[in-house]
């Protein structure tokens, strides 16, 4: 089988490409990615040259760039992580978030109706919950609330994949999943971002009071449960995946300086982010009734070695840093695509 891969060379999408070539046999796959900053194609450059590996550089907002692709390798399904992902940018600039995570998923949407794609899967995230107070879970049946253009944008996305299924019979699954963390993340995004402020020496700006909750989990776990999702999930049915490592932001930051011996004279508190969500947090019984998934890695376990891994892949996030990352595409690849 061959599955596009939207949005492929992304934190979540490449560690799940990376993911199904370890793991799966027999499958194929077809990384399709705008490259936007987000994008980087050095995530993949291990597995480049797998035969069981192609990319082409698409944008899933064009009909014509998503059907050629779906065309020309003869794809059977779709998974689409492809995303405008970043809270903090949807409030600075919230259209682009509109234009890729509503009408991209719209035109992926079309083209598996039209190829009778066998399964599509659609990334969504716990953000489209809103809120919680101190108590309490997410759950499948909670009702959408999104706060922030960008939830908004990807709760708009969740409806129309709804909608697909019931007026058109396609054979759609969703999952909605909470904060991940791992390799390969764009270092905007708390994690990557507090460890590498800590080791170049710079500040480490916490957002208010520090207190807000995220439910962590780690990467691996996450496409584990994409990929469950994927081959065994219902059509029509929504699953929650979730990390039950719930986390203040501060306790985030506060592990990354101990786990790098460095003291708490970096942490700065900063103005807080605009409609700030205070808590999120999932239930995961439903897909672990479902489908026996679970979360395995602990948290304690899951980030030592993520930020062992920030460690030893200086080189990465320096070239991101730098912007010499956004070139690798045209050195690499201009002959292969
Ligand atoms: P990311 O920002 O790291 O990667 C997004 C990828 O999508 C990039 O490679 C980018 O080039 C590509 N892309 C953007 N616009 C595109 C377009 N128009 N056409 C084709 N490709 C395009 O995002 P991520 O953190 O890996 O998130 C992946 C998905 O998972 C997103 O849908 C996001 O909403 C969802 N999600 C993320 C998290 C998280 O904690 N990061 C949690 C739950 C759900
Ligand atoms: O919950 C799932 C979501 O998690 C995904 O859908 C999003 O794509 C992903 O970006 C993430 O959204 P968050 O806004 O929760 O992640 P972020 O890493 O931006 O922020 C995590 C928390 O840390 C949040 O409470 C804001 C805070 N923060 C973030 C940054 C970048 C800071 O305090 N300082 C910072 O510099």
Not at 18 to 30: A, M, P, Q, S, Y
Not at 280 to 308: C, N, R
Not at 313 to 337: A, T
Request: overall charge negative; some cysteine; proline content about 4%.
């Amino acid at each position: 089988m061959r599955i596009l891969v939207t949005g492929g060379a992304g934190f979540i999408g490449s560690n799940f490409i990376h993911f199904i070539l370890k793991n799966v046999d027999g499958v194929e796959v077809v990384n399709f990615d705008k490259l936007t900053y987000a994008g980087n194609l050095e995530n993949l450059a291990e597995i480049e040259k797998n035969p069981r590996y192609h990319f082409v550089k698409g944008d899933i907002t064009s009909k014509e760039n998503v059907e050629s692709a779906i065309t020309r390798f003869n794809v059977e399904g779709i998974i689409n992580f492809a995303a405008e992902s970043h809270v903090d940018r949807s409030i600075l600039g919230p259209l682009v978030f509109s234009e890729t995570n509503i009408i991209g998923t719209q035109v992926l949407l079309e083209a598996a109706r039209k190829f009778s794609i066998k399964r599509y899967l659609q990334i969504s995230t716990d953000e489209v919950y809103g809120s919680l107070g101190a108590t309490g879970l997410f759950h499948e049946t909670t009702p959408l609330a999104p706060n922030s253009p960008y939830s908004a944008s990807k709760a708009s996305a969740d409806m129309l994949v709804r909608a697909y299924v019931h007026t058109f019979d396609l054979p759609a699954v969703l999952t909605r999943c909470s904060n991940n963390y791992g390799p390969y993340q764009f270092p905007e995004k708390l994690i990557p971002l507090m460890i590498i402020n800590a080791l170049s020496g710079k500040q480490l700006p916490v957002y208010g009071d520090g207190l807000n909750v995220r439910d962590w989990i780690h990467v691996e776990d996450h496409n584990r449960g994409v990929w469950d999702v994927f081959v065994k999930g219902r059509q029509g049915e929504h699953y929650n995946l979730g990390g039950m490592a719930e986390k203040t932001n501060i306790e985030i930051v506060k592990f990354i300086l101990n786990h790098l011996g460095k003291d708490e004279s970096q942490i700065k508190y900063v103005k807080d982010r605009p409609g700030h969500d205070r808590r999120y947090a999932m239930d995961v019984s439903f897909i672990g009734h479902e489908l026996g998934w679970k979360p395995q890695i602990k948290f304690e376990e899951g980030l030592s070695s993520t930020i062992d891994w920030y460690l030893s892949h200086q080189s990465w996030w320096e070239r991101i840093l730098s912007g010499d990352y956004q070139s690798y595409f045209s050195e690499n690849y201009k002959d292969r695509v």
